[in-house]
């Protein structure tokens, strides 16, 4: 039971020339924000499987929905979470909209999450 408990601190010395170094490393708060997001675009297992997909090969929204046995509606509905943050990039052939990686950041992103959950 012990083991479980967090440690805390129990002086009340506070370390003004540490804390002001650290202060002034944190990112401004909107790139937090931002960082933020590009997280909660990971936190869906169905966006996990998409960019898994797109690892392989660039597809379009009917290979998508065939290969994981959902819509094209909720597929798209999830393209566009992944777009928007810059994730997944498109291109047009005829009439076709075919997605792949926006760039190689994004499997290297995943490739670290997914070496840190298997540890």
């Not at 924000?33 to 997280?39: E, I, R, S």
């Not at 290969?67 to 997944?88: C, E, Y």
């Amino acid at each position: 039971m012990e083991e479980n408990r967090l440690e805390s601190c129990n002086c009340t010395i506070i370390h003004k020339d540490v804390v002001e170094k650290v202060k002034e490393s944190i990112p401004n708060e909107e790139s937090l924000y931002d960082l933020a997001d590009l997280f909660k675009a990971f936190s869906d297992s169905t966006r996990i499987k998409i960019l898994c997909a797109l690892f392989q090969e660039e597809l379009c929204v009917c290979d998508l929905a065939a290969l994981l046995s959902m819509t094209q509606s909720a597929i798209s509905h999830q393209l566009r979470v992944l777009k928007s943050n810059r994730l997944v990039k498109f291109r047009r052939d005829g009439k076709v909209i075919y997605y792949s990686l926006a760039d190689d950041h994004v499997k290297h992103i995943f490739d670290e999450g997914f070496k840190h959950i298997i540890e």
